[in-house]
């Protein structure tokens, strides 16, 4: 049978069109239920005994309607739901309100042992129906539904065994029309607790049951006409919330004010007005009075933290009267910290409305505190959830396991935020195990950086050579290839390395010039565009490196097998050839898919030993050798151009073997043999972005680092002048000079720390599509080069894979390509999700170095030397570097556990009276950056005390790691780190030695010894010194 059903259809450029489709309606549509004799079916979907549920005399399918997989999700993706049908209507509704949301509905149906159904009620000749007049599309749809289960229950009503039906919506209408009916009908809520599974229980999201309020905290969000319209006018700004990771109550988004960019800063619980980080807002800018005056960078600390509980508390037992005081710690908050002021207000906003939420699924914990029922109680209670991520407000969610998930990491997701609750508001997901535990913590920081890190699926792997391990290189494969096997080719890595996607070689030629290759593995040659492969590899986008495991980007077969150029077996790569001056000049340069021999995998240390080892004078030692020479030439014609050396506080755990647990941490020590790789692979990189970029000048995957803002040095400037020194950021190269130059002879480290600070004013390198910048603005600022990209490491960046396409298709005119390599929008998305996938790999890597870092700091207390990196309004932050960690000092008084031996030798004198908890004991100074006590100053006086940039300080190291939450840490097991030195009083506390563990006794003694001797050196250097301290506590 054919109808036709016309509707009118908007084009992109506003015309209206008519659009006719014929719309068949088939007999041949089968029901998939496994005992049905009547239907055609051959293969079932749904089961002949589905699951039981004691509302419901028989077993039976479930139809649910839209908002069920809307609003439901977590709960329907259970392995308990089974035996589900969706209709085609409410598929085709969850696709058009969310696409997230209808791809977990696609899996749950590809998933066999979930047996979901999709029937296709809207082609069944039973079932389809016309809307009627006045019938509003989602009536006609609800109405559908019920359609479709009666029909269901009509047709399976005589199977044997026998099952019914149940139509689940959380509509009350629909189901009393259902069971008017004669269907029957269920709420979500009904039918999960009739299953007396708490997990389940807990993850039904209704949002009226936790909102307690009745009175209004937060002012009503603008409907989505008034927002557009007022952005239209000018009136709101429009932007991404950023919240700042030191304090959750302050945030910003860059955006346009009167066509200029900026940033508007939005300060406090009521002006952020339920916004979340990384949701799309409108912003309304305060009147001038109300901006800011003070610099940004106030870390919330447990303080407050306490405070929040504390609320709660309150909110849970009498819900009206005490909404105001909560408000009003937010106002009393941001006026005490406005004391010192800029010069020019900072602009600050309100959030009027939210454009887009950006709530996603978040690690955390329960807080302890938040659990009022006595241990053992089921009873569902209303908590506080904490999420990993600081920027992440505190989520309410109602439980029945408060007490069994206390001590677990869960996941937890938003459903609404009401303007009456102070927190918002969600539900229950799934528990990851016990905090603390290091694969439950991996999950967790692979999770919260979004990091896919399931395994690759069948359909993945069916991409793979069928030969599997014993592909080898045949005769075919030669065919537009050229033969390098006997070519000394050779690698040159970190030890272990198994994935080597690149090696190098050279030979003298007769004119005195060399030739230079790198070769780097074909991976493109494996890889096809547009398969399920590489579409999973083009999502994943890079290999996340994490300190005990690595998440591939391909599979291992490929990764460490195939594509990884060991030595002694044939490889199949794309190379780079130069012939290179004696002056390491290019004289030419040219590219060929190749295959290759390796003579020999090196770790970095293998060939530096051979580069010293005078005995050794094989080609391939002979070859690094000139490698070398030629890399140093490299190397210097970059620094002339204003390349930087930049340092990161990069460390390496030697893991023990079995458990995998750190058992010691040292600073990643570089060889010159790392900079001879890297002057190759950077020269291949970019000679190959010139010839990708002549073929491509549109669609051409290339790399950009910005130059940085001159407003990102201001601080650092201010720092080093005081020392006599002076940073030109004018170019990368004066700036690479004045790092060259900035050398304090009592002070050998400062070097090396001004590089590490220099580096975090810098903006990120990122991935671009040619066609999308001029080219002035394809230069990379800390590699000094004016065209960059990425080529050489195509088994872990997907980034190269691209690249390697691209340069294909430009060295031979032969080979087709789809528009994947030409069209800029699609070349644009892809650069913004490497983008995003590079950043988040960083992060998950430096989170697993805090991890084992925090592994390893377990039971010990150590004293250490470190410097001063960051000074924020109540607090800095200091770096040490003999493990690259970083802690937080606060600066205002703590409370002082008393497990703090005093030391009676020390130098100074346990005051008398003990500043309050809370109180602020130094101030910020935005004139010098720093912070200092704040005794009245006469004139020309300098403060007693005063906290720097580079000011070097001796920290106590310890974790605080109260994992079953409501301590200081919160659970987040953090590292706390202790002012030793100089001694301030209120926040310095005294040194003390874990006399539980005789090792780390050992340490911190030996660490004793040698920081008294450097402690001496520097009294008559450093501003604060124990004696000053001793002379303010006799006063
Ligand atoms: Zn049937």
Redesign the pocket.
């Known amino acids: 049978m054919l109808r036709q059903k016309a509707f009118v259809k908007k084009t992109k450029s506003g015309k209206v069109l008519k659009v006719v489709k014929e719309h068949y309606l088939r007999d041949d549509i089968?029901?998939?239920?496994e005992a049905?004799?009547?239907?055609g079916?051959t293969e079932t979907v749904l089961s002949a005994t589905p699951s039981i549920n004691k509302l419901f005399p028989l077993p039976h399918y479930i139809i649910p309607d839209t908002n069920i997989f809307m609003n439901q999700i977590d709960v329907m993706e259970k392995p308990q739901i089974t035996n589900v049908i969706v209709l085609q209507t409410v598929l085709e509704e969850v696709k058009h309100l969310s696409l997230p949301i209808y791809k977990r509905v696609r899996d749950m149906i590809s998933n066999k042992e979930k047996h979901f159904y999709v029937f296709s009620n809207e082609h069944h000749r039973e079932t389809f129906i016309e809307k009627l007049k006045d019938e509003s599309p989602n009536d006609r749809n609800d109405r559908a539904i019920r359609v479709a289960t009666k029909w269901y229950a009509n047709?399976?009503k005589d199977?044997k065994p026998q099952v019914s039906v149940v139509m689940m919506t959380d509509d009350a209408a629909n189901r009393s029309k259902g069971t008017a009916d004669g269907l029957q009908a269920v709420s979500v809520k009904w039918y999960i607790e009739a299953l007396d599974n708490t997990e389940l229980l807990d993850m039904i999201s209704d949002s009226r049951e936790l909102d307690d309020g009745q009175q209004l905290i937060y002012s009503e969000h603008l409907t989505p006409a008034h927002l557009s319209n007022g952005i239209k006018t000018g009136k709101f700004h429009q932007g991404k919330l950023g919240i700042s990771s030191h304090n959750y109550l302050e945030g910003s988004v860059f955006t346009k004010i009167d066509g200029i960019e900026g940033t508007i800063l939005i300060v406090g619980r009521e002006n952020l007005n339920r916004a979340v980080d990384g949701d799309i807002i409108a912003v309304e800018l305060l009147p001038k009075s109300e901006w800011r005056t003070t610099p940004t960078g106030v870390v919330v600390d447990e303080e407050e933290e306490k405070e929040e509980e504390e609320s709660l508390k309150a909110e849970q037992k009498a819900a009206s009267e005490h909404k105001e005081d909560v408000t009003m710690t937010d106002a009393t908050k941001t006026a005490t910290t406005t004391s010192a002021l800029l010069d020019t207000p900072q602009p600050c906003g309100k959030v009027v409305g939210i454009i887009r939420r950006n709530w996603r699924q978040y690690c955390g914990f329960i807080d302890r505190k938040s659990v009022h029922t006595p241990a053992g109680s089921s009873a569902p209670i209303n908590v506080l959830f904490y999420a990993m991520d600081s920027k992440i407000p505190k989520i309410k969610i109602r439980t029945r396991q408060a007490h069994s998930l206390l001590g677990q990491r869960i996941i937890v997701s938003i459903d609404s935020w009401p303007k009456t609750s102070k927190f918002p508001i969600g539900h229950f997901i799934r528990s990851l195990g016990e905090a603390g535990d290091k694969s439950t913590e991996t999950e967790v920081l692979l999770l919260e950086h979004d990091v896919p890190f399931h395994e690759f699926s069948k359909q993945v792997l069916s991409f793979l050579p069928v030969e599997g391990e014993n592909w080898v290189v045949q005769p075919e494969h030669f065919n537009g290839r050229e033969d390098f096997r006997d070519l000394p080719v050779c690698s040159i890595d970190p030890p272990g390395c198994t994935d080597i996607d690149d090696a190098l070689h050279v030979v003298a030629l007769p004119n005195g010039n060399y030739q230079v290759g790198v070769h780097i593995a074909d991976v493109t040659h494996f890889v096809k565009p547009g398969n399920v492969m590489d579409a999973e590899a083009a999502s994943r986008g890079t290999t996340v490196y994490l300190v005990d495991k690595r998440i591939d980007m391909l599979p291992g077969l490929l990764g460490t097998n195939l594509c990884s150029l060991r030595s002694n077996v044939e490889r199949l790569a794309f190379s780079c050839i130069w012939e290179l001056n004696q002056d390491a000049e290019i004289v030419k340069v040219r590219f060929t898919k190749s295959v290759i021999a390796s003579k020999a995998s090196l770790t970095y240390e293998e060939a530096q030993n051979r580069i010293d080892d005078e005995r050794m004078q094989d080609d391939i030692t002979q070859g690094i050798r000139t490698l070398n020479t030629l890399a140093k030439k490299l190397k210097q014609k970059r620094l002339d151009m204003g390349a930087l050396t930049l340092a990161s506080p990069e460390v390496r755990f030697s893991l023990e073997r079995d458990t995998q647990d750190p058992v010691d941490v040292e600073m990643k020590e570089l060889k010159e043999t790392n900079a001879l790789v890297e002057e190759f692979m950077l020269l291949a990189n970019i000679s190959v972005a010139r010839k990708i970029f002549e073929k491509f000048p549109d669609s051409a995957m290339l790399r950009c680092h910005p130059t940085p803002p001159a407003s990102s040095f201001e601080k650092l400037e201010k720092a080093v002048a005081r020392m006599g020194i002076t940073i030109d950021h004018s170019t990368s190269k004066t700036l690479s000079e004045s790092l060259d130059n900035a050398v304090l002879p009592e002070e050998p480290y400062f070097n090396k720390l001004l590089r590490i600070m220099t580096t975090r004013c810098m903006m990120q390198a990122v991935y671009f599509c040619s066609g999308a910048k001029i080219e002035q603005e394809f230069r990379h600022y800390g590699l000094a080069t004016d065209i960059y990209t990425h080529f050489t490491s195509p088994i872990r960046r997907y980034s190269d894979v691209m690249v390697h396409r691209q340069l294909h298709a430009a060295i031979d005119s032969d080979i087709s390509y789809g528009n994947e390599l030409t069209d800029k929008e699609s070349m644009n998305e892809l650069c913004n999700v490497l983008n995003h996938r590079n950043r988040m790999a960083q992060q998950a890597a430096r989170s697993s170095v805090e991890l084992f870092t925090h592994l390893f700091f377990k039971n010990k207390v150590q004293e250490e030397e470190g410097y001063v990196i960051r000074i924020l309004k109540n607090a800095f932050i200091v770096l040490v570097p003999k493990y690259g960690i970083e802690g937080i000092v606060y600066a205002s008084a703590k409370a002082h556990k008393t497990t703090a031996a005093v030391d009676a030798t020390a130098t100074t004198a346990v005051a008398t009276t003990t500043p309050a908890a809370g109180q602020p004991i130094l101030v910020y100074n935005p004139e010098t950056d720093s912070l200092q006590s704040t005794e009245p100053l006469a004139e020309g006086e300098s403060p007693k005390i005063q906290i720097q940039l580079f000011q070097k300080v001796m920290v106590q190291i310890s974790i605080d790691d109260d994992l079953k939450g409501g301590g200081e840490g919160g659970m987040r097991q953090k590292l706390k780190m202790d002012l030793l030195k100089p001694w301030v009083e209120g926040i310095s506390v005294h040194g003390i030695c874990n006399k539980d563990d005789p090792e780390a006794h050992a340490v911190t003694s030996s660490l004793h010894a040698a920081d008294k001797s450097n402690s001496l050196k520097r009294e008559t250097e450093a501003p604060a010194t124990p004696k000053r301290a001793d002379k303010r506590s006799k006063a």
């Open positions: 089968w029901c998939s239920a049905c004799k009547e239907c079916h047709h399976i199977l």
